[in-house]
């Protein structure tokens, strides 16, 4: 089977235009991870769209090619990506996929397949009509385009891969062809864990963009509130803080206190090897936000045998429920979140150890890019 794979190129992103290599989101990435074990089955070619032309590998692996396509600004959002689906179909036209995939509705991949001319499906990754009504967006700002363009897409695609049961119910009115999906994990969060050495305090972590919705401002006033009382720990925020954000600068502003009393500490973004090192040496993750599709973050966290204590709601509720040492609270209780933190410090702070074979079970890229190679027949079959 060859496979057109549309997804975002974080070289784009994050205006890393002197990067000879591509790098992708971590659910674009693992499932690559997985379809690269599966070399025999499937031919993919991913294709990425960029505002400044860039030198890129024409092979990401021996079944994976890659295409950049040089796509001027006036041809992204301003135009409804007008220039990135000319692009996309002048590509997939000269590729001659079987089937064109998606990754993603906040910009222009899932319109890319819609309008490629080839049978398509299209994964969600953050529901954006959803969260553009969760945050009240303005009409005419990125957020409030991106949920009306994705109302566009989903109708118009031959069906919707959905990371959780909270996405499926959010998709299911707008297309009734929807799988239930899991996003992978990367590889080497799969490898043997060290053993944990014993610290001088609790150390916790926060990964995520610094935004309103992972709520990092509050989860910092709770470890106030714990130091204030004596309570020795520590947590260490990792993740882009986007300087032109209000709520990423009050953040900031807030951690100035924070790291000189020493009861937290922001480290950006991480490499993979670098969170995954950072996980073994914690003793537990916190992800507390108000909306949440999937939440990859928590199956990474789990899969290292991290401590759990998280939001029971969207997708976060679909990975951690039952799981060992995953706790779970209402998204607003914040009172029995610090209860249950306070307790487990008390305790020890024990870690799980069994988390790690469950996520394995669920979550490993063979057994998500397997999942896809039957939809993809599925799709295919019919008329």
Known sequence: MKLALLTTDNRQEYHQY?????????APE???????????????????CTQRPMESPEKLSDNIWFHSLHVPKIGWLRTGYQGCIRAFRAKIKEIQPDLVHGQGTERDCA????????????????????LSRHLKAFPGTALWLAGQLENLTLPATRGVLCNSAYTESLVSPRNRHTWRVPNPLRLPFFEPIPGHPPGDRPHLVNVGVISPRKRQVEILELFKRLFSCGVACRIEFIGAAPVDDPYARKFLKAMEEATMEGYAVYSGLKETGSLIATFDLADGCIHFPSEEAFGLIVAESLARNLKFFGSDLGGITDIARSVDGAELFATDDWTALEETLLQ?????????????????????????????????REVLSRP
């Open 111 to 130: 319109l890319g397949a819609i309008f490629s001319g080839c049978p398509n499906v299209v994964t969600i990754h953050g529901n954006m009509a959803e």
């Open 344 to 376: 487990w410090i008390q305790k020890g702070c024990t870690r799980p150890e069994k988390a790690h074979r469950e996520m394995a079970t669920r979550y490993h890229p063979r057994i998500i890019a397997e999942r896809h190679l039957e939809i993809y």
């Open 18 to 26: 002197d990067k000879t290599a591509p790098w992708f989101g971590t």
């Open 30 to 48: 693992a499932l690559l991870q997985g379809f690269d074990l599966l070399k025999q089955e499937i031919e993919v070619h991913v294709v990425s």
